[in-house]
Structures are given as structure tokens and as C-alpha cells.
């Protein structure tokens, strides 16, 4: 049988012309055009919007490409006789579903587990979260998002008493003469976004904390701005030594703290031993470096130009991550910067819906509105939308690394269905997680590449891709956006929420409780959300046809959303922003004479996350270049290695391969990698699973290496 026989075709829309819509990849979610008559001619083009304000970075204007891919699945695939074979969807639907059936009536309903990303639509990500409680009843759901955002998220609760990344719209950033980043390199990362950067950077007043000297780094110094070149994983001290300057040089808010928070004592009498002389010793970051940076924000409040404190991943994603970000929040606090216009704390929120993606219930503690699935009032209120008794939704589910680790285990998941996460390159331990998915009896990928993962899976569904789809993505500002079809469905692709639902019908469910129609399904989720943190009550289709400008939490339709949060309380219990007290502990995994350097890792330009879609776009590919170590240059000459040469790195968990790229502005202790490549030369062999105690962020930002030079070489 040929491919095209096999293949079920798909309800094929015309592509109205030019087409509003967002971009496939980061939080930033840029706005562009897209014009042509289908994937062949496809056409992107930005679009004035204020986050990206009309640009667009490298893989936005390129992302059409993936969209005619040669290597585009359209067939479901089963593995038969070890190989993936084409089959038709009723026969790869049903290979899943009795799959699905069989694990749970020989090992109960958590055998099954599910594996969500923080790139799917609020629509996907909302039934996949209904389609685990309720079609299968297990607990063993969570995503990717645990790999991304969720130590700030955790933070942000504890002080705010609810997580939504930026609570300000991103253009407030643009008038503030002082911003100060901890671990995010936004100039690779979003682009767009140094746009808003430009007035502090201007003035001298952007700051970036990085161990290396990164793009961001170089448009900060550029006109006077500050370099905080840290070891890695000591941001939390940076941040309690720069409050101890602020409390003892006469910078901190004094009447804000005695109006709007709590906990101050605590915080103090910690960081209060941290004296800035000492936080120097352990990160390496000179006094006058700290001081100079919390002179610029207290300058820059008190003159009312603005003053905001942003971290990303750099500074999260360690296994003190999240008492990493309350040590910041702690500083933003003592400055008197939450919760009022012109100033304030946020994340920056990485995947394309990273904020959405966390609302809605695909996260393993958690139902749709941001509510506990350990709350038994927000477990009556969503049983009761989604027409079930509360008694049956199942409790909190192991988070991501955990699940991962579990597979196959006695107790664990003996079958998992991934959507939009390649976590055979992006899991942290990445060598051992291969080994986990391989002892399952059953893996399901949905995809529209062949990721290493799907690869790696007994049956493979062919999905639809962001220009596809109808949907909608929170951006990272909490502003509620339209993805919208631009191009007819690729012929036997199907959409993720027709699997759920053919899934779910064919394990006993009636067909309208897993409707297919995104609108109907976000509807719904309007409703589950109601009353919720995250309210969605007042966002609908139609309002955001005509403008995408609602920010949650939306509560009526008349209602005109909130872009800035917390300006008269926190939503903590007494409306106060607490203080958490924290001390600084580093990397679970210090150095030593075995592994003497500390491997971090992160992002380029030109590649998204594990590589999946963007190592199919040559311009990219070409761009990013082949896998790289970045290593200080007398490193490298003390080790025997040239600029150029192959490396062979090596932690405790594995080792993997790279050519050494030399700079000379590194830290001499560290090293970094990205983690967009494939084979031996994932990062992720490397990194250590070493787990947050709050948020279960793994430690990717820190772990012990050895290298070595795989060529002979003279080093002159
Ligand atoms: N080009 C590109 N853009 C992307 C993505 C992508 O894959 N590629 N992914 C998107 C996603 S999901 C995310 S989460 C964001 C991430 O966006 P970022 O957080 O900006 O990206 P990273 O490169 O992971 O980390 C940022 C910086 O942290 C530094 N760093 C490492 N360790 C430490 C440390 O201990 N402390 C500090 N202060 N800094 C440290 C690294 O050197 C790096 O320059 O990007 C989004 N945008
Ligand atoms: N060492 C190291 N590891 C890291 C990080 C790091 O900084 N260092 N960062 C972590 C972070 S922040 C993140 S967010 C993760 C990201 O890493 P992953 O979770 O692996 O994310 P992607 O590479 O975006 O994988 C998405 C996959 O889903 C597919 N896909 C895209 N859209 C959809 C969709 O709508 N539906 C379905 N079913 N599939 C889709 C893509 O083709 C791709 O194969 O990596 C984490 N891993
Ligand atoms: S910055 Fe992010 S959203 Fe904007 S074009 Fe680049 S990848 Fe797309
Ligand atoms: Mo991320």
C-alpha cells in the first residue's frame, strides 16, 4: 500500500491570505503575517505588535520552512518487527488505546502516564490534562514546563501568592532607565525584546548577571551597563548581597515594606549575615559591582523612570532554584518594586505558551485556572464542569524528572504518550532517561517530526503544526493571543485534540465530553478556569479576533483584563508580598580533582530547544555551526586544547562530545554548552538530575566536567 492510501485525509480549509498569526517558537510569541496559498509558498512577514514591536529574530522569519519539511510525518507509524512501519490512524488509534487499556487493567490506572510541553495551545494543554484525569484516571501527568519555568513559578507563589511571569506588560520595561537580569541572555533568546531594553542600556543602567559574556552582556556594557560575571548557581547569594547593601547603605523602601509585605525580619536575619564582602568570596562578583547596581535601581525608582529585576533560566534552573528567585524577590521587595506601575519583579517565561501551558492542568499538581488538584474545592468545581464525580479525579502526580525516572519501574508507568517535548535530547541525565523510555511496553510520540524521541517509540501519530491549528497562547506577559490556520492541514496529519478525543471514545468515553473544535474545547476551559487564579472567563474568540489585548486574570466579558497585577494587593491571604527567608547553599555537585570544572549549559541564536525543528532549517543549522564547548582560552591551553579541536567531556552521569570553541572573556572555571544537539553530543549526557525541593527543577545549570582533547594537537 502506498503512503497516500493509507493516510486518512483531513478536513482541508482554504488559507485566507495573509494571515494574522504568531510565531511557532518562544514566549516572546511575536506577531507576524503569513501569506501564500499553502506550506509550499508559505511566507512570513511581522507585524507591529508591543512586544516585538515589528521585528522578528532569525527563527521566526525562517519558521515556514518547517512547515513544507521534506521530513514531515503524515503517516501514523507502528512499530512492527522493530521497525515503524505506515498504518492507517484507525489502526494506530487502536494499537494506543488497547495499549492504554491493557497497562491499566494489569497494573491499575497509573501505568499510564502522560508527558505534556509548554508549546501546545491552552486548548491542547487543557485536554490533555482532562484526557489523563478523566479518560485515564491517573495521576502521572506533567510537562516540560517543569524543566523551564516552574522555580519562579514556585517563588512567585510563596511571595505573590500567585505565579504569572511578567505581572506588568513587557513595553512598561521600556521606560525604565534601570533593568538588571539574572541568568537570561535575551539578546539570543527573544531578540525582539532588547528593543525594550534600549533606555537603560542607553542610560548605563542595564545590568546582566552571567558567568559568560554573552550578546546580552556586550549591549550592556557597550554604554556603561554592568557585567555581574558570577560562578554558576550563586545568583541566590548575589541577590542577598545585594540586599544587604540595599538595607545598610539606605536604599531600601522602608514605609513600602511596613505596607505591603511581611516576613522582613526572617529575610534579614539571614541575609543580614551576608555581608557583601563575603558574597564577593563565593561568587567572584566584585563589592562595587553590587553596589554600583543597586545604586542604579534605587536611582532609577527614585527619579520615577522605572526600575525592574527579571530572571530567567541562568539563575532557576538549579536545584535552588526557587528559593534562588525568593532571594530575588527579596531584593525587588526591600526596594520597594512589586506591585507598582514602573517597576517590579518577573520571569521571563521561555516556551512559545510556557505561561498558558502552566495554567490549565497538564502540570502534575494542578487543574485547569491555576487551581490545586489537592483542593477539594477547586476538585468539585472542575468534576462538576467536566460532568464527573470529584472522587474520581486522581490526586498529585510525580513531577517530570520523577515520572521520567519511574518508567518501567515496579510502580511506575509501563506506557507514556509525549506531546511537543523531545526528551531524549532535553531531559536532563538524558543517557539514563533513553534507557527509562526504552523499558516501557508502550511509547507514544505525537509529533510532526521524527524527533530522536518519536524515533525511539513503538507508535508514532502524525499531528498538525502551529500554522495548522486554531488555538490560542499566553504569551509571557499573561496576554491572551490567536493562533490561527494559515495553511491547509498537511493531507493526513491530524489534530492533537481529534486524537484525544478518537482516544478517548475508544476507552469508554461518550464523544462530547472530548469535543475537537478548539473553540468549543477553550469554551470550556473558560469555564473550568472561572473563580480560578488564572481566570480566563472573560477572554473569548471573539474578543480576541478583534484584539489581543486581554491579559488574565479575566473574570467577565465586560471585564478589560489586568495587565499589571498586585497594584493595590498582593493575592497572598493578607494581601501582603511575604518575604521567604532563604541561605545560600551552591550546586549540588561541586568540583573537584576527578571532574575540576563546572559545566553550564543553555541557548544559541539560531536553535530551539532540543534542536527538533530548527536543525531541520539549513539557514539556521548553518548559522548555529556544529556543536561547540565554550572554554576559557588559558583553560583550554592548560588542558592540551586548541580552538577548533574535539573535546570529550565528561561528568559523572556520561560523556560527550564538542569542539572547543576558546574565548578569552569566560569564566576560567566554567564551562558551557548548548543543548540543541543530538547523538553524542547532547549536553544532556552531562547534566545532573539533582532536584529542587520545592519546584523539582533538575540542576541544568551546574554540574561537575572533565575535558579532554580527543585530537592531538600542538598547542603552541
Ligand atoms: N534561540 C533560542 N531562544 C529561545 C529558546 C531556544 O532554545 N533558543 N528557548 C526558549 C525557552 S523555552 C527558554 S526557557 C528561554 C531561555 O532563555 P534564557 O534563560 O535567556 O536562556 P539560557 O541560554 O538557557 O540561559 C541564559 C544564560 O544563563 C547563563 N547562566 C548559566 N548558568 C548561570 C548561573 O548560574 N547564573 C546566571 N546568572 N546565569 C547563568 C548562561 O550562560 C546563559 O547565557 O529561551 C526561549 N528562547
Ligand atoms: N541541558 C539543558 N537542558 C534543558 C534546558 C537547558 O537550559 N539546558 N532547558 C530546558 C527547558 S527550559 C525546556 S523548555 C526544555 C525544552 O525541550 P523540549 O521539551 O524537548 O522542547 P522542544 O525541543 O521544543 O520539543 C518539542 C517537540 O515537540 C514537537 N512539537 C512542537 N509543537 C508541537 C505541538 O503542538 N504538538 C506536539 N505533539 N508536538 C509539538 C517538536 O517537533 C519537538 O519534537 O528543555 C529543557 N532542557
Ligand atoms: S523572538 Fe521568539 S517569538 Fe520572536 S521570532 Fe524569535 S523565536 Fe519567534
Ligand atoms: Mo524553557
Known amino acids: 500500500m502506498t503512503a497516500e492510501a493509507l493516510s486518512v485525509p483531513a478536513v482541508v480549509a482554504a488559507a485566507p491570505a495573509g494571515t494574522k498569526t504568531h510565531c511557532p517558537y518562544c514566549g516572546l510569541q511575536c506577531a507576524m503575517k503569513i501569506s501564500g496559498n499553502g506550506a509550499a509558498d508559505a511566507e512570513v512577514a511581522p507585524r507591529q505588535f508591543p512586544t516585538n514591536k515589528g521585528g522578528l529574530c532569525q527563527k521566526g522569519w525562517t519558521a515556514a520552512e518547517v512547515l513544507r519539511n521534506p521530513n514531515r510525518l503524515t503517516t501514523p507509524l507502528v512499530r512492527r518487527d522493530g521497525v515503524l512501519t505506515p498504518t492507517t490512524w484507525d489502526d494506530a488509534l487502536d494499537v494506543v488505546a488497547s495499549g492504554f487499556a491493557r497497562a491499566r487493567r494489569e497494573h491499575g490506572a497509573d501505568a499510564v502516564g502522560i508527558f505534556g510541553g509548554g508549546g501546545l495551545t491552552n486548548e491542547k494543554a487543557y485536554q490533555l490534562g482532562k484526557f489523563a484525569r478523566v479518560a485515564l484516571g491517573t495521576s502521572n501527568i506533567d510537562y516540560n514546563g517543569r524543566f523551564c519555568m516552574s522555580s519562579a513559578a514556585a517563588a512567585g507563589i510563596k511571595s505573590f501568592g500567585l505565579d504569572r511571569g511578567l505581572p506588568f506588560p513587557l513595553a512598561d520595561i521600556g521606560f525604565a532607565r534601570a533593568i538588571v537580569i539574572l541568568g537570561g541572555n535575551v539578546a539570543e533568546t527573544m531578540p525582539p525584546m532588547v528593543g525594550h531594553l534600549m533606555t537603560a542600556a542607553r542610560a548605563g543602567g542595564l545590568v546582566v548577571a552571567d558567568p559568560r559574556r554573552t550578546a546580552t552582556v556586550e549591549r550592556a556594557v557597550a554604554d556603561g551597563g554592568v557585567h555581574l560575571q558570577l560562578a554558576p548557581g550563586t545568583d541566590m547569594l548575589l541577590a542577598l548581597g545585594m540586599a544587604h547593601i540595599a538595607v545598610t547603605e539606605g536604599y531600601a523602601d522602608l514605609d513600602y515594606i511596613a505596607d505591603r509585605t511581611s516576613g522582613f525580619d526572617d529575610f534579614w536575619r539571614v541575609a543580614g549575615q551576608w555581608w557583601p564582602e563575603r558574597a564577593e568570596r563565593v561568587t567572584g562578583v566584585p563589592v562595587a559591582a553590587m553596589r554600583r547596581t543597586v545604586a542604579l535601581l534605587a536611582a532609577s525608582r527614585d527619579n520615577g523612570t522605572g526600575a525592574y529585576i527579571l530572571t530567567a533560566r541562568g539563575a532557576e534552573q538549579h536545584s535552588t532554584g526557587t528559593d534562588t528567585v525568593s532571594a530575588v524577590i527579596g531584593l525587588s521587595l526591600l526596594l520597594g518594586l512589586c506591585g507598582r506601575k514602573g517597576s517590579g519583579y518577573g520571569c521571563i517565561t521561555g516556551q512559545g505558551n510556557g505561561q498558558g501551558g502552566r495554567e490549565h492542568g497538564q502540570k502534575a499538581d494542578q487543574l485547569p485556572g491555576y487551581r490545586k488538584i489537592a483542593d477539594p474545592a477547586a476538585r468539585a468545581h472542575v468534576a462538576k464542569v467536566w460532568g464527573i464525580d470529584p472522587d474520581d479525579l486522581p490526586g498529585p502526580g510525580q513531577s517530570a524528572y520523577e515520572l521520567l525516572e519511574s518508567l518501567g519501574r515496579p510502580g511506575g508507568p509501563k506506557m507514556l504518550m509525549v506531546h511537543g517535548a523531545n526528551l531524549a535530547v532535553s531531559a536532563p541525565r538524558a543517557g539514563h532517561i533513553v534507557d527509562r523510555l526504552a523499558s516501557l511496553d508502550m511509547l507514544v510520540v505525537n509529533d510532526f517530526l521524527l524527533s530522536e524521541t518519536a524515533a525511539m517509540a513503538d507508535v508514532v501519530l502524525p499531528v498538525l503544526q502551529w500554522a495548522e491549528e486554531e488555538g490560542t497562547m499566553t504569551s509571557l506577559e499573561g496576554r491572551v493571543l490567536r493562533r490561527r490556520q494559515a495553511v491547509p492541514v498537511a493531507e493526513g496529519a491530524r489534530s492533537e485534540l481529534e486524537v484525544l478525543s ?215
Open 502 to 716: 478518537e482516544l478517548a471514545i475508544r476507552l469508554g468515553q461518550p464523544a462530547e465530553r472530548f469535543p475537537t473544535d478548539p473553540r468549543v474545547v477553550f469554551d470550556e476551559l473558560r469555564r473550568a478556569s472561572a473563580g480560578g487564579p488564572a481566570d480566563y472567563t472573560g477572554v473569548t474568540y471573539e474578543r480576541l479576533d478583534n484584539d489581543e489585548a486581554i491579559h488574565w486574570p479575566c473574570p467577565e466579558v465586560g471585564h478589560p483584563g489586568t495587565p499589571r497585577m498586585f497594584l493595590q494587593r498582593f493575592a497572598t491571604d493578607d494581601g501582603r508580598a511575604k518575604f521567604v527567608a532563604v541561605d545560600h547553599h551552591g550546586p549540588t555537585e561541586p568540583v573537584d580533582a576527578e571532574f575540576p570544572l563546572v559545566c553550564t549549559t543553555g541557548r544559541v541564536l539560531t536553535h530551539y530547544q532540543s534542536g527538533a525543528q530548527t536543525r531541520h532549517v539549513k539557514a539556521l543549522a548553518d548559522a548555529a555551526g556544529p556543536m561547540f564547548v565554550e572554554v576559557n582560552t588559558d583553560t583550554a591551553e592548560r588542558l592540551g586544547i586548541a580552538d577548533g579541536a574535539q573535546v570529550l567531556m565528561t561528568s559523572r552521569r556520561g560523556s560527550a562530545t564538542a569542539a572547543a570553541r576558546c574565548v578569552d572573556s569566560l569564566r576560567p572555571d566554567t564551562v558551557f554548552l548548548p543543548f540543541h544537539y543530538a547523538g553524542d553530543q547532547r549536553a544532556n549526557l552531562l547534566t545532573n538530575p539533582a532536584l529542587d525541593p520545592t519546584s523539582r527543577m533538575p540542576e541544568f545549570k551546574a554540574c561537575a566536567v572533565r575535558l579532554e582533547a580527543l585530537e592531538a594537537v600542538e598547542v603552541q
